[in-house]
């Protein structure tokens, strides 16, 4: 008999493969189920239908089907067909699922729901790496806010900067869930216009000043300070991004 190995290393479970053509099929249909395209308890369109609409094979359609289905997008039931399921049952941090959200006319009410988790994360994180940032990282920190003095001019550059700026609080608080909840969702946030806005110098140099207080409270170790300069900097730069005709949003998981 073959003993077990002894060897606790983790093994990542394999990503299955999607065919070329099924990844399409979903992209396209999951987009159009977000934007409403397909309501939530209305059934797809057939298999014979969708094979003709999108030129693929049977074979295409249930994979892109059972891709759905993991997705919580849709679901099979006896008699309907392939149903589309409401938004509580679609995982909304998958990243075509959210792609798609931030394409929505509503888009508004998921940015402010979006600036709410990361000011309750990104607070708790900053607060944390005040009490854990090593030499390595706050060498790096203080470098990075050198870096964006200097693009103060370049609002694309200053932005990629911005993010980097974050990331390395985030790695500093070693709160790995929280810095894959923010990096996922802001990752899709910022190929919105409505998210990115069109910042003038002065809104740099706003937005610089407080990268600097936030800065320069981790570095002192002073966790409520950090915290605090986290959630001011984050809910003032939303302010002056987001289009002023339109009224916060209530409640984005009911819209």
Known sequence: MIKPSADTTAVSRPQRRRPPLAAAVVQSLAT????????????????GELCEEYEVSRTVIREATTTLAE????????????????????SLLDPLVLDALFQRKDRLVYLDNLIEIR??????????AAGRIDEEQSAALSAKLDELAGLI??????????IEFHEII???????????????????????PQYSGDPTREDIELTHEAH?????A????????????????ITSSWARRRPADVPEAQDAYDA
Request: hydrophobic fraction near 45%.
């Open 71 to 90: 997705k919580g997008l849709v679901a099979t039931r006896q008699g309907w067909g392939t149903v589309v399921l409401g938004q509580d049952q679609w």
């Open 218 to 233: 981790v570095l002192a170790g002073d966790g409520d300070a950090a915290a605090d300069a986290m959630r001011e900097h």
């Open 170 to 192: 985030h790695h500093a608080s070693r709160d790995a869930f929280g810095r894959a909840v923010v990096s996922s969702i802001q990752g899709k946030a910022v190929r919105s």
């Open 153 to 162: 001019g370049d609002p694309e550059a200053y932005s990629r900067a911005d």
């Open 212 to 216: 600097a207080r936030v800065a320069a």
């Open 119 to 128: 000011t309750t994360l990104e607070c708790a994180m900053a607060a944390r």
């Open 32 to 47: 159009a189920i977000v934007l409403g395209e397909y309501p939530p308890g209305t059934a797809l369109p057939s298999a």
